[in-house]
């Protein structure tokens, strides 16, 4: 690979993360003694000599205090806060748009965002939102365009095509990252870095514990991927009377629930939610590559009965596109300085560095095929009602990393109350919580894990009331 090819020589000689002393471990690198950790590994214990070897010459391309990566609602959040708290702050995503479900999935609508201050009121002020099914309905360019225009407003440094592949760890300290895009192989320093991937990419490469699934059989909630439809006269429709249609041409999709979105101001144009497919790990690019795949096919046949079988709202819809990418509801949760648990949940939890509190229920979708038994002699999972509880931010501080922070759904908890804080309205809180704590982190010259919760809890209540609804 020709990383430096288009370089000016000067820029690489001079800052260039190279190893002048022995390699030892999977990798040397030349910062403190800091060793190149993570996604470079082949997953076996055994070095990739190659990939060692570009992250080891990789140029330093620019310093920040606080690195977020991932650019979904959490990371956006985070982005957002860390930058408005006076952070030199940097966003990378590996898509060339912000969104990730709110845009990327497809999924349309704010879910559990209502009723918040900071940035979800502000959302709700800067974007028109239209209520459909009790849910807040929004156009997915619109989405985009203001992710960007609150990004730029900020100061927030967004760098898209760009996918973080492994870190440089000294002890407990992440020193940044090692990227690879068009640019080729780069490393970006950081004070702070924020692990915003969803599935804890960062986190696992920096070798922090994690858990995935149910305790007892490791099964993830389903994957599913979205068709954008044209053409459509109806309203939007969910449920049995669409799954009756569909019935008539011989097809049942796997997703029963079937759900139609509207696109706001963009007549005849809905978001199709109706696939979900079982045992997918979330961190498996195979696995993720046979779901698109069977996905595709799944959405293409459900508006070819539709339009077949469907009657004349029907007869001239057509599928405009599917995903970009599929919709992944579980995979890594990362283990922090505290474990949300489900036991929380139920007796509604408060803690003394509560960063927010949530009162969605937990919405967990079956593990199992709903047009299959389910295996038999499994414990069941726990009965409890959700209470208005808190995170604390300590489930956002890697356990195993001093300066790494997570948010969105790879924070630290059990698959039950992932079920609930995983919603994207949640997932924001948990973004703003970690993006000031960075910039007040690097402010102070301490580790977050040593920040006065107080002051943050208080920092942090005060710039989300500047946007209240």
Not at 170 to 194: C, H, M, N, W, Y
Request: glycine share 12%; net charge neutral.
């Amino acid at each position: 690979m020709q990383t430096n090819r288009n370089r000016p020589r000067s820029s690489v000689t001079r800052r260039t993360f190279i190893a002048n002393a022995a390699v030892a471990g999977i990798g040397g690198a030349g910062i403190g003694g800091a060793v190149v950790s993570g996604l470079a590994d082949d997953g076996v214990g055994r070095s990739n000599t190659a990939v060692q070897t570009l992250c080891c010459q990789a140029p330093i391309v620019r310093s920040v205090d606080v690195l977020v990566c991932g650019g979904g609602p959490s990371g956006c959040a985070a982005a957002l806060y860390a930058a408005r708290a006076g952070a030199k702050t940097m966003l990378l995503e590996t898509l060339p748009f912000l969104g990730g479900v709110w845009t990327a999935v497809g999924v349309s609508h704010l879910i559990a965002g209502r009723g918040h201050d900071g940035l979800n009121a502000e959302i709700h002020q800067r974007l028109p939102v239209h209520q459909v099914f009790g849910r807040n309905i929004y156009l997915i360019e619109d989405m985009k365009l203001l992710l960007d225009d609150l990004m730029a407003e900020a100061g927030v440094e967004t760098q898209f095509y760009t996918r973080a592949m492994a870190v440089a760890k000294d002890g407990a300290r992440v020193q940044g990252v090692f990227t690879a895009s068009k640019s080729g192989f780069e490393f970006l320093p950081a004070r702070v870095v924020i692990d915003a991937t969803g599935d804890g990419d960062i986190a696992a490469a920096a070798g922090c514990q994690f858990e995935m699934g149910r305790s007892f059989d490791g099964k993830t909630q389903p994957v599913t991927l979205f068709g954008t439809i044209g053409g459509y006269r109806g309203q939007a429709a969910k449920g049995q009377t669409l799954v009756d249609i569909l019935a008539k041409g011989g097809w049942r999709p796997s997703y029963p629930p079937i759900t139609l979105f509207p696109q706001p101001g963009q007549p005849g144009v809905f978001q199709l939610m109706a696939t979900q497919f079982y045992g997918v790990d979330g961190t498996d690019a195979g696995a993720l590559s046979r779901a698109e795949i069977q996905g595709r096919r799944e959405i293409r046949k459900c508006v070819e009965v539709f339009r077949e079988h469907g009657g004349d709202d029907w007869k001239d819809a057509f599928l405009i596109a599917t995903g970009p990418a599929i919709g992944v509801r579980e995979t890594r949760r990362i283990r922090g300085r505290y474990d949300l648990t489900w036991e929380d949940l139920d007796r509604g939890s408060r803690f003394e560095d509560g960063i927010t509190e949530i009162a969605s229920g937990s919405n967990i979708h079956p593990v199992d095929d709903p047009y299959e038994a389910p295996p038999a002699g499994l414990p069941a999972g726990p009965r409890f009602r959700v209470r208005p509880y808190q995170i604390p931010f300590r489930c956002l501080v890697a356990a195993d990393v001093d300066n790494l922070l997570m948010v969105g759904r790879c924070i630290s908890g059990d698959c039950y109350a992932l079920g609930s804080y995983r919603l994207t309205g949640n997932v924001v809180r948990t973004g703003e919580a970690a993006g000031l704590a960075a910039a007040m982190a690097t402010e102070q010259s301490v580790q977050p894990s040593e920040l006065d919760s107080k002051a943050l809890v208080e920092r942090l209540n005060a710039m989300r009331a500047q946007t209240a609804e």
